[in-house]
C-alpha cells in the first residue's frame, strides 16, 4: 500500500491601506497586546503629559486601519507626531466629525439604572465618559469583547490599566458616556474566504480591501519602510533602516533576502526572514484565516508537502470515528518546521484502524492542526478529511 500526503500551501498576505476600511478585530488584537504597556518609541508614552487612554485607543483604532489624519487638512490639528489623538474631548471631536460612524450621548448611564451600552455597540467600538459638566468627557475605553446573554461589553484601558472590564468597573457616579460604532468595517463576505458578492478575488476588490500584487523587487532603505509584513516575489534588500524595540518584524521572498549595511535590529525586537521558492504568486490581500488550505491529492502517484512560511513549529492529531466515539489515532506535539518550510504531516496510515472502516476502502478522519510563528502567534485549523485507500 503505498504512502499518501496531506498538503497545505500558504499565501502570504498583506492588506493594503489604499481604501480605507477597519478592521475590529486587528484593533481588538491591538489592544488586548498592548493594554499593559506602552508600544514605544512607535508611540509616545503619554502617561506624564495628562494621561494615556485617549492615545491608546487612538493605537486600536489606528492599528484596525482607521485614518486620523482625516480633517487636519494638513496641518495636524489634534494629532501627534506619532499619529495620536491623545485628548479625549479631541478624539470624541474627531470621531463623530470626520468618520463614518454611529454615535449617541448620554447623561443617565447609572442614574436611572441602565447600565447597558447602545445595541450598536461592538467589540472594536470607542466609548468616552465623564463624570461632570466641566469637563464631559474624561476618559477612553476600548470595547474588546461581549459576553453572556445580554451583551455584557468588556473593556481594555490606560492610563491606569485595565483588561476586559465592564463600565461599570469605573463606577457609579460617571455621568456621561458617549458611544460610537465605526462603520466602515470590512462586509462578512471579505471574512469567509470565498469569491463572492463584489470581490474581485477571493475576500479581495470590490467593496473588501484590493488585491493588490507583492513587488517583484523590494528595497527597504529606512526605517519608515519597514512594516510588520515584507513581501516581494523575487527579491527583498534592506539597508540603512532599523528594527526599533518592541517590533516583531517578518520579512518574506521568494528567492533571497539581503540584509545590507546600515540594517539594524534593536535590543527586544524580533525578525523573521524566511525564503521559498514554492510561492508563483504574492498577494497581499486575503485574511490570515484563509491562508492555509488543504488540498487532497489522495490516489496520486507522487508525495505531497507541507509548504509554510513564516512558522516555526506545529501540532498535529488525527482522529477516527470508532463506533460512536471520536478516537486520537495520531498525535505529534512541538514538531520543528525546517528552515525550507517543507514537513510531512501523516502518511494517513500510522494508526488508522483498518477493521473500523465501513466500506474497508474508504476512511474518514478528523485533523486539527495548530502553527505557531515565532511571535507566538498560533493557528488552529479542524478538517474533515475522506481518504480512498488503494
Excluded at 489623538?85 to 454615535?103: N, P, R
Aim: charged share 20%; proline share 4%.
Amino acid at each position: 500500500m503505498k504512502k499518501i500526503f496531506l498538503l497545505i500551501s500558504m499565501l502570504v498576505v498583506y492588506l493594503n491601506g489604499v481604501t480605507q476600511v477597519y478592521d475590529p478585530a486587528k484593533a481588538i488584537e491591538y489592544a488586548n497586546i498592548w493594554w499593559n504597556g506602552r508600544n514605544t518609541p512607535l508611540y509616545q508614552n503619554y502617561d506624564d503629559l495628562g494621561g494615556d487612554c485617549a492615545a491608546f485607543v487612538s493605537q486600536c483604532l489606528i492599528a484596525g486601519g482607521l485614518d486620523l489624519s482625516k480633517g487636519t487638512n494638513g496641518s495636524g490639528a489634534y494629532v501627534k507626531p506619532d499619529g495620536v489623538i491623545a485628548g479625549v474631548e479631541q478624539l470624541v471631536y474627531h470621531l463623530k466629525t470626520y468618520q463614518d460612524v454611529d454615535f449617541i450621548s448620554t447623561t443617565d448611564a447609572f442614574q436611572t439604572g441602565n447600565n447597558k451600552e447602545p445595541e450598536f455597540v461592538v467589540p472594536g467600538d470607542p466609548v468616552f465618559y465623564g463624570s461632570s459638566d466641566y469637563s464631559k468627557y474624561t476618559h477612553s475605553l476600548f470595547c474588546v469583547k461581549e459576553t453572556g446573554t445580554d451583551r455584557t461589553r468588556l473593556y481594555n484601558a490606560h492610563s491606569n490599566n485595565v483588561y476586559q472590564q465592564p463600565k461599570s468597573y469605573w463606577g457609579s457616579m460617571i455621568k456621561y458616556f458617549y458611544y460610537f460604532h465605526i462603520k466602515n468595517s470590512i462586509p462578512e463576505h471579505c471574512r469567509n474566504c470565498v469569491k463572492d458578492a463584489d470581490e474581485i478575488s477571493i475576500d479581495c476588490g470590490g467593496s473588501c480591501p484590493p488585491c493588490d500584487d507583492a513587488p517583484q523587487n523590494n528595497i527597504i532603505s529606512n526605517s519608515n519602510d519597514i512594516k510588520d509584513n515584507n513581501y516581494a516575489t523575487q527579491n527583498i534588500n534592506v539597508q540603512n533602516a532599523v528594527v526599533f524595540a518592541g517590533r516583531n518584524v517578518q520579512f518574506l521572498s521568494v528567492d533571497d533576502i539581503t540584509f545590507d549595511n546600515g540594517f539594524e535590529v534593536q535590543a527586544n525586537a524580533q525578525i523573521e526572514a524566511k525564503t521559498t521558492n514554492n510561492i508563483l504568486k504574492t498577494t497581499r490581500d486575503k485574511s490570515l484565516e484563509c491562508d492555509i488550505m488543504w488540498i487532497n491529492y489522495f490516489g496520486l502517484n507522487q508525495p505531497y508537502f507541507l509548504n509554510l512560511v513564516g512558522f516555526t513549529s506545529f501540532d498535529i492529531r488525527v482522529s477516527q470515528p470508532i463506533g460512536n466515539n471520536l478516537t486520537i489515532i495520531y498525535q505529534k506535539n512541538n514538531q520543528n518546521i525546517n528552515k525550507n518550510g517543507s514537513i510531512t504531516l501523516w502518511n494517513a496510515q500510522t494508526g488508522v484502524n483498518h477493521d473500523a472502516l465501513n466500506p474497508k476502502d474508504f476512511g474518514q478522519f478528523v485533523v486539527d492542526v495548530t502553527l505557531r510563528k515565532a511571535s507566538g502567534q498560533a493557528i488552529t485549523k479542524s478538517y474533515l478529511i475522506l481518504k480512498v485507500y488503494i
